[in-house]
Every structure is written in structure tokens, then in C-alpha cells.
């Protein structure tokens, strides 16, 4: 057998949509399809103003603009994400200050962050890891007490929610000032590459326009508000051709039978992984899940290797990630402070196996019996 890590599902819509891209020869941006993505995050997780991006990356750096960071601010950040939920805020002049881990998640510690904060802290980033949520309900508090933006990276976390102790109940990306979701080929619903900037904070709203369309008041324009359009602000070409809406509409038309099909087979392998060397994922009881990932700890980086080698022996590939930000080579000389031990944990001791729609019941069965067999052969190995 020979099972790969991720295989990014098709609907078989996306050519129809974008054949009637091509056949409008409205190729731009901002056309009808982008209307509709944008307008489907709107209606569906309460988020004010949703603005197509071409990447995550790219809604994270709109994110940085809009707070207008000057040199010596302060940006709190996991350290254990993806380069670019630190590098953002970095490339524009910000101070990433970096929080560990909570034990027993990889979510960021909530009850680390304000020993962090200090008069130059300007915003708090948390990822919600595998779509599972953070404590946003502290952060929130935190957020006010010390007057700071919240900016989520919800690149993981598209339809998952968080439950607040009132028992109100949001979709993760719409809580934060600030939100960003990425269709990268990696995340659940995908355009190969793309992102979405979440608007919560609806004084934003006018400003993020203007930059999104390269610093111009062209939104107005089009609305018929101005005669024309010119140069009002900094801004960026932030919002991708109409061919990547249309094949992300395709996807968000089936998002129920993807998030239904990998939440699925994630509790199969919750169910079929249990008393094993390794430990299983904990969701937290105001978090949902919504089936990105399914990670396993195992107890050390050697029997992680071990596990990723013999798993690749018997045609199953599995992968681990992240390099803690603040152990990185470009950061690892600017980081003076205290070591972030569930940081390290999780880059060293976390394995993800195989998780995607078009993956079989009977791949399934031959990848939780097959890791069963290696677990207990380390196992019998650590004994003798
Ligand atoms: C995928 C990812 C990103 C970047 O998304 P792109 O759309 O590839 O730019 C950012 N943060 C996290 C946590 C991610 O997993």
C-alpha cells in the first residue's frame, strides 16, 4: 500500500466555475465568485466584513498594517505555528514575543500571556492548532484589561467554534479584532493557495478596503461614492484573481461533506489509537473539532523518528512540524528570554498521520493496525 500524507480533495466543480471565470472574461479580482466566498464567511460565522486574500500569509501582513506597528512594539505569538503568524508582524518592525504551549494542547498557554505583556504590547496572536480554539474568553479579558488587539490565526480552524462560559457559542476567526483563515492545498477546504482576512472590529472595515486594493479608495468608487479613485493610504495587491474564488466557491459548496468525512475519520483514529505509548489529542470542553489534523505525542523524538521511519517502510507517509519560532536560525540569536519546554515538546514529540476526504476506510484500518504493531514493538524494545 501506499498511502500519502495529504491528497487536496476536488469537488469536480472547480472547472465548471472556472470555465464561467473564463467565459465572463471578468479575469480581475473581485467579481462575482469573490462576492460569494466572501459573503458565505459573513453569513455563516458572523464575521462583519470578509475580504478575499492570496494567502493566509498575506491576510496576516494586512493584519500587521492595519495596527500600524512602530519599531519597539510588542507582539505576543506561539512559538509553536507556522513561520508566518511571527514573520507578519516582524517584517513590519514588530518585536515577536514569544509564548510556550499549554501541557496539554499546542494551543498557546492562556495563563502564560500576561507576565508577557508589558506597555509596548500592542496585540495577542493565538493559532488555533488543529481548529481546536484557544481560551479566547481569558484572552479576550486580557485584551481589555491592557487595551490590545486580538488578531486570530485561524488557518487550521474554518467552521469550528468556541463556547463561552455564558454558553454563547462563535465560529472561530469571527472573536478576535482581527481573524485569518488560509485555503492553502494543506487546509481543509483549499484554492492551492489562499487566505481570508476576517473583519470583527468594524472600525477596520474602511481602512482594510483601502489597503487591500493597493491603498486606493477604489471600493468607494465602485460603489459610486467617488468620481474616482487615487492613492490614499499604503496597501498592497492583496486580492487574487477571480479563477481562485471560483475554484474556492466549488470547495465551500461541499464544506459540510469535508468537515462531516475528516471529522469522521479523525475519531476513528482516536478510537482505534487508544492504550497505546502515545498520547491522543485533548480537545478542550469549549472547543470543537473540526478535523484538520490528527496529531499523536509520542514519548520522544527518538520513537517519533522510529514510528515516522517504519510507517514509511510499510508505504504510509506521516509527518511532524514545527520548529519552534524562537529556536529557529533566524530568530534563535535575537531570543533572550526564558525556554519555552512545551514548545520544544511538541516539535520533537508530535507525529501527524494521514488525514484527507478521499482517504479509504480499508487505508485507514492498514494504517491504525500497522501503527498499533510498531507501538507495541517499541514497547517490548524499551522492556528488554
Ligand atoms: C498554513 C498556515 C499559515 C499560512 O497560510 P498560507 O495561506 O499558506 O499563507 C499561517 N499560519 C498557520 C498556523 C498555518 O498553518
Known sequence: ??????????????????????????LAGIG???QKCQAFFEKHYGIQRALLTNSCTDAL???ASLLDLKEGDEVIVPSYTFVSTASAFALRGAKIVFCDSRKDHPGMDEE????????????????HYAGVA???????????????????????????????????????????DLGTFSFHATKNISSGQGGLLAINNISFIERAEIMWQNGTNRASFLKGNVDKY???????????AEIIAAFLWAQLEKLEHIQQTRVKQWEYYSQELQALSVSLPYIPPYATNNGHIYYLLAPSLDTR???????????????????????????????????????????????????FVELSMEQQEFICASFKAICLRQAAQEIN
Not at 2 to 24: A, D, G, R
Not at 149 to 161: M, Q
Not at 230 to 240: E, F, R, V
Not at 329 to 336: L, T, V
Open 1 to 26: 500500500m501506499n498511502i500519502p500524507f495529504n491528497v487536496p480533495y476536488l469537488t469536480h466543480k472547480e472547472s465548471e466555475y472556472i470555465q464561467q471565470v473564463l467565459q465572463s472574461r471578468k
Open 32 to 34: 462575482v465568485f469573490t
Open 61 to 63: 501582513e494586512l493584519c
Open 112 to 127: 502564560q500571556i500576561e507576565a508577557l505583556i508589558t506597555s509596548r504590547t500592542r496585540a495577542i496572536v493565538p493559532v
Open 134 to 176: 484557544c481560551n479566547m474568553e481569558k484572552i479576550l479579558q486580557l485584551a481589555k484589561k491592557h487595551q490590545l488587539f486580538v488578531i486570530e490565526d485561524a488557518s487550521h480552524a474554518i467552521d469550528s467554534f468556541f463556547t463561552f462560559s455564558d454558553g454563547t457559542k462563535k465560529a472561530l476567526g469571527s472573536i478576535g
Open 230 to 240: 487615487s492613492w490614499q493610504d499604503l496597501g498592497s495587491s492583496y486580492y487574487p
Open 305 to 355: 523518528d522510529e514510528l515516522i521511519a517504519q510507517l514509511a517502510a510499510l508505504g504510509i507517509s506521516s509527518a511532524f512540524h514545527y520548529s519552534p519560532l524562537h529556536s529557529s536560525d533566524y530568530y534563535r540569536k535575537k531570543y533572550d528570554s526564558s525556554p519555552l519546554p512545551q514548545a520544544e515538546r511538541y516539535g520533537k514529540q508530535l507525529l501527524r498521520l494521514p488525514l
